[in-house]
């Protein structure tokens, strides 16, 4: 996993890294360290989704995000 800067807010993102190429998993800015269950399938973020300039009274989100579902189906 990987987490893009905030100066880049266009590309920002939480990208899950595959053999051949990243995977952008959510859009939003993580807003604090990334948190795995230990089964690795669960992620814990705060994110803030969108320009941070325009919207400067946006709130942060938790979010939980299983990265294991398509495999389970």
Do not use: H
């Amino acid at each position: 996993m990987t987490q893009q800067g905030k100066y880049f807010w266009r590309k920002q993102g939480i990208f899950l890294q595959t053999n051949s190429d990243l995977l952008r998993i959510e859009l939003g800015q993580a807003m604090s360290d990334l948190k795995s269950s230990p089964d690795g399938c669960r992620i814990f973020a705060q994110v803030f989704r969108g320009d941070p300039f325009k919207n400067p009274g946006n709130k942060d989100i938790s979010l939980v995000i299983d990265i294991c579902e398509e495999n389970r189906k």
